[in-house]
């Protein structure tokens, strides 16, 4: 089987240049649905109940439509039907993520996970967002994570590249200098 990248490219470059040259429609209320409909295509319990020879792709259609929590627009359900009819549900993670970087690339913006030990307010996150924009130079879309095992501090994750300036990482570092 091709991998799901190669797989899912077309399905984000056609809904891409749908959503583009429709008027009135907003990538970003797509990217919403599109990332809603991968979170429900990934789960375990549906990929069984797609896969199944008793289950027709208008059953698998009502279910993922039925547990969304957006109305999808005629172009959501139109995508989503071809999707099922082509038997490539399990690829959905991998359109929204392939959906997203072309709007990334449209906007001249990145996507950015903030990892951080402790909870982010509003407030530090905006100020963060400035400092971390100058860092790389561009617009960032954020998200934050917790992960209790930085101790404290944050790790930055845009692309391939990591700002980490956690207590973990700075820990890591004197051990292997003393280690040396």
Do not use: C, H
Request: hydrophobic share 50%; no cysteine; proline share 3%.
């Amino acid at each position: 089987m091709a991998e799901l990248a190669t797989i899912a490219r077309p399905y984000a470059e056609a809904l891409f240049k749908a959503s583009t040259s429709t008027a009135g429609v907003d990538l970003n209320a797509t990217a919403a649905w599109l990332d809603e409909l991968a979170a429900i295509a990934a789960d375990a319990q549906l990929k069984q109940f797609a896969e199944s020879p008793k289950v027709s792709g208008q059953q698998v259609f009502d279910l993922v439509a039925g547990l969304t929590k957006y109305v999808l627009p005629e172009q959501g359900k139109n995508f989503l039907r071809a999707v099922i009819d082509n038997g490539r549900l399990q690829a959905l993670p991998e359109v929204a993520t392939q959906f997203r970087k072309l709007v990334n690339a449209q906007s001249g913006s990145s996507d950015a996970i903030v990892y951080s030990a402790f909870p982010v307010d509003g407030a530090a996150l905006a100020d963060l967002a400035a400092s971390l924009e100058k860092r790389f130079a561009r617009k960032l879309n954020l998200t934050v994570q917790l992960d209790s095992t930085l101790i404290g501090g944050i790790r930055v994750a845009v692309g391939d590249e990591v700002l980490d300036t956690s207590v973990k990482a700075r820990l890591e570092q004197m051990k292997a200098a003393l280690a040396a």
